[in-house]
């Protein structure tokens, strides 16, 4: 089986540039998570999706950052502008549904911000 | 305030040794705790999981423990190998099933 398959793998911007990531989730999964990862940090959940509608973006700056799942399969997370701060690896996982089955996470992203 | 607590944050031991790594928490309801493992530059692989009613589970030289009345939890690692060098993450799930609570996770180093 496939698992979550995320791009581009290392991603080096300079702050107030955008910045695009993307996830393709194991097939049949219904609900993807997209995560933060600070350095030493454990992950923090930015966004939730069910399908394709958003379950929970509740700790997104939604100043910056803004994401999208259209057909409830891929999903891009942008940054735009960029800040320092926002170094950090971005995970994004699925899972088979809101109950969190069966929950696997791709191998991230690594943004450094300069 | 974090609802999962993991320690020790960083533990170096000798391959072959054996180690164990703590999880409190305090996330309730309670559906499962998970143990994951996160290599350097990797996303996390689930090492076991663990439903309210189970109080052990094995993975290999892994085994976890779940003690749900003192919401305690644990990682046994046997015989550890360098490649088991990685960090450690415990996570709660609420029954709501909405938001995993994630640890910051221990960080092993096994040395030669």
């Known amino acids: 089986e496939a698992g979550v398959a995320q791009s581009p793998r290392y991603k080096i911007i300079e702050k107030r540039q955008s910045v695009a990531f993307w996830c393709n989730p194991i097939?049949?999964?219904?609900?993807l998570y997209w995560y933060q990862q600070i350095l030493g940090q454990g992950p923090k959940l930015l966004i939730q999706f069910q399908n394709n509608g958003v379950v929970d973006d509740s700790q997104l700056p939604k100043d910056r950052f803004s994401a999208e799942r259209l057909k409830g399969v891929d999903s891009t997370l942008k940054i735009q502008p960029a800040k320092l701060e926002d170094s950090a690896v971005y995970l994004c996982a699925s899972s088979l549904d809101r109950n969190s089955y069966g929950y696997t996470f791709g191998s991230g992203t690594r943004l450094t911000v300069v | 305030k974090n609802q999962v607590e993991q320690s020790p944050q960083s533990l170096i031991i000798l391959e072959g040794k054996n180690c164990t790594l703590q999880c409190n928490y305090t996330v309730s309801p309670f559906s499962n705790l998970r143990w994951y493992k996160q290599d350097t530059g990797r996303g996390p692989v689930s090492l076991t999981i663990?439903?309210?009613?189970?109080n052990t589970k094995s993975n290999g030289r892994y085994t976890a423990t779940l003690d749900a009345d003192t919401k305690q939890s644990s990682l046994h690692i046997t015989a550890s190998q360098l490649s088991d060098s990685a960090s450690y993450i415990c996570v709660v799930s609420p029954n709501s099933g909405y938001a995993l609570n994630f640890g910051k996770g221990t960080s092993l180093l096994v040395t030669p």
């Open positions: 663990m439903t309210f009613s189970e």
């Open positions: 097939s049949g999964h219904a609900t």
